[in-house]
């Protein structure tokens, strides 16, 4: 599936191309925006690692993660989408189109990840119709767990991964 662009009133999120490596790395980068997403920044190789992935989705599985960037300025916002990472995860998620999210550390508070999420949503319930999506979120991480609960997630189970504590989330489709 070629991937769509897909926009919203203040932001456009567009497949991840060449030119959006240097926003993602230095957001990768940031301390604040990686405290709860393995509580290190990620080396440019693992940055790089990432962006490969989130466009290669989209060719083998037919969804993937979007760049998303605010449309009046072109300021990167972050990333938004979803994957079937094969998580060595209890409860198995195989096969299941898992969303997530991350954003700048400027953006964070202005709505934009509620934005984002939710025209991630809408395209995939119109494209694929999953029966359910999931998320997870370290447990700490109250803001992406008021966000997912905003949208539509609910809490399905506490378990670990790579030994921190998260929630796995997950909608059902509407």
């Not at 999120?13 to 990686?34: H, I, K, N, Q, Y």
């Not at 202005?110 to 999931?134: H, K, M, N, Y």
């Amino acid at each position: 599936m070629s991937p769509p662009t897909l926009t919203t009133p203040r932001l456009t999120l567009s497949p991840p191309e060449l030119a959006d490596f240097e926003d993602s790395r230095a957001m990768w980068a940031d301390p604040v925006v990686v405290r709860h997403v393995g509580g290190r920044p990620f080396t440019d190789e693992e940055s790089w690692t990432r962006l490969m992935r989130a466009r290669g989705l989209w060719e083998l599985i037919g969804f993937g993660y979007w760049a998303v960037r605010e449309t009046s300025t072109g300021r990167y916002v972050g990333e938004v989408g979803f994957a079937d990472l094969r998580r060595d995860l209890e409860p198995s998620l195989y096969g299941l189109p898992e969303m997530g999210w991350v954003l700048a550390a400027w953006s964070h508070g202005q709505g934009f990840g509620t934005e984002a999420v939710r025209a991630g949503l809408s395209w995939i319930d119109q494209a694929l119709a999953p029966p359910v999506v999931p998320c997870i979120i370290d447990v700490e991480n109250t803001a992406s767990i008021a966000l997912a609960t905003k949208v539509g997630f609910r809490l399905k189970t506490h378990t670990h991964y790579k030994g921190s504590p998260i929630v796995v989330m997950e909608r059902h489709q509407p």
